[in-house]
């Protein structure tokens, strides 16, 4: 079992619509928590760090549950400018562990 | 302020060849990393050093592949000798302290052939 696990996808999803994506992460010890954003033939850049009382920064907000081990992170109002593999982050003492990602793409 | 640079940007060498991957952190982080994507695999993190000190080489594949981080400012890894297999992208990033957000550089499309 993958210590960081996301959904493929892809998503696709019309401009404007709300989306959602979960990460399951199997290290109960995990401190920090990340969401990063990669866009084709790039590399991976932050997206918002997931705080454990949720925080939000724009159309985006993440979430930590501790309990069921799994961040998610929502976009609203989604743009074309979305369009992107998105990668959750779990971090443990000195082991920074990426999921595979998920891809949305936001259609006109 | 500059990000982390990484060179070259582009390789295609033919196997058997040795590899040398260059990375120059941004000023300041004490934690460097090497990774590793492919479309199979992902993002793989292959070693990672603390203080220029080597904390975690378990993701590095084999012997062929090495990493040195001389001082601060500059890290490599080798592959020595290639395989087409080790065609993949190979990102470096850093960040002030192993638990921070970490910074990409561009990545090295690396090709063998």
């Known amino acids: 079992r993958k210590e960081v696990e996301q959904d493929p996808g892809p998503f696709n999803v019309p401009e404007g619509a709300t989306v959602a994506f979960n990460c399951t992460y199997s290290n109960s010890a995990s401190q920090s928590f990340f969401w990063y954003r990669q866009d084709c033939r790039k590399e991976p850049k932050l997206l918002m760090s997931v705080y454990s009382s949720g925080n939000e920064d724009g159309r985006f907000t993440a979430q930590l549950n501790r309990a069921s081990q799994y961040i998610s992170l929502l976009i609203r109002d989604s743009k074309l400018s979305d369009s992107a593999t998105y990668l959750c982050v779990a971090y443990n003492n000195n082991d920074m562990r990426f999921g595979a990602g998920t891809r949305l793409t936001v259609k006109p | 302020d500059a990000g982390v640079i990484q060179s070259p940007r582009h390789e295609v060498t033919e196997m058997g060849q040795e590899v040398t991957l260059r990375c120059k952190p941004i000023s300041g982080h004490n934690s460097l990393f090497w990774y590793r994507q492919t479309m199979m695999r992902g993002l793989e993190l292959l070693i990672y050093?603390?203080?220029?000190?080597?904390?975690?080489d378990s993701g590095m594949p084999e012997d062929r592949f090495s990493a040195k981080m001389p001082n601060a400012s500059f890290s490599t890894l080798k592959i020595q000798p290639s395989e087409p297999r080790d065609s993949a992208v190979y990102f470096c990033a850093s960040s002030r302290e192993s638990n921070q957000p970490q910074h990409f550089g561009d990545g090295t499309r690396l090709s063998i052939l």
């Open positions: 050093f603390n203080n220029n000190v080597p904390i975690d």
